[in-house]
């Protein structure tokens, strides 16, 4: 916890009386957004943002309140890198906090409607998705941060220019910094094959409570790549090799951000010659 204590007075100045949350609920609250393992989101109005922002409610009471320091504390630290999430204000005694909304379209529903033909992308707006997650995941390292939980639900998609998407990385709840173990790692070797199977964008030193670098989060961008080659209709094959050498166990054989960023945008060149 010690990398995690509220040193700036921003962070306590952002504190919100845990009362005024829970008698506002009812009027302020405008829908649940989803649930995970750890926590749910709500869509609120807040007084003093002209746009709706995110509540997160962390379920464990024995933990939720160190928790909702930890995740208000990367978010400062972030301060939007990477599209992160803004943090607005925090309650940890009873485990929740408020961040700025990045939007409802996520990679995942876009991956599903382009794979039951609901809408059709082309591959440039696949590629140039791929680019800006790693952009993304890149800046969020710069800032010693390690995400540890990227998947396509935690990739917000912005589609204002349609030839240029942007991308936005949410949910730092299993985040932490590099050299550290993951928050919960320290599987039994027996179960490790079993949760990776379940979990398969998580890298193998995290699920065994072994610390983490920056490498870790390959396997992540690995899979969204492996994901997304899957539903473009020209495939990148030297884009996918990379891909399937990024989710090896071991962290040595992966293939660091910056290489995975020249390879994709050299592909972005070549499609935007060839088919542009």
Known sequence: MDWFKIRSRRLREKSIDSRWILENEKH???????YGGCGKTQLWNLPGHDTPVVLK???DPNTRETDCLREAQILEKLNGAGGAPR??????????????FLGLED?????HNQEIGREKLDD???????ESIIKNLIKIHKKCIVHLDLKQNNVMVDRTDPKCPKTSIIDFGLSTRPGQPWVYGDYEKNRIDKFLAFSP???????MGQPVTTKSDV???ALLIKQV?????????????MALKGLSQDPKERPGLKTYLRTTQKIIKFFTAKFG
């Open 201 to 207: 964008w998580t890298c193998y030193e995290a699920a």
């Open 124 to 130: 440039l707006f696949w590629l140039k998705a791929i």
């Open 229 to 241: 080659i899957g539903i473009m209709d020209r495939k990148p094959h030297q884009l996918m090799t």
């Open 57 to 59: 409610n962390i379920f």
């Open 87 to 100: 943090l607005l204000g925090l309650s940890p005694e009873i485990g929740c906090y408020f961040m700025s």
């Open 107 to 111: 990679l995942e529903t876009l991956s």
């Open 219 to 221: 396997v992540g961008v």
């Open 28 to 34: 302020l609250k405008i829908k649940d957004l989803g």
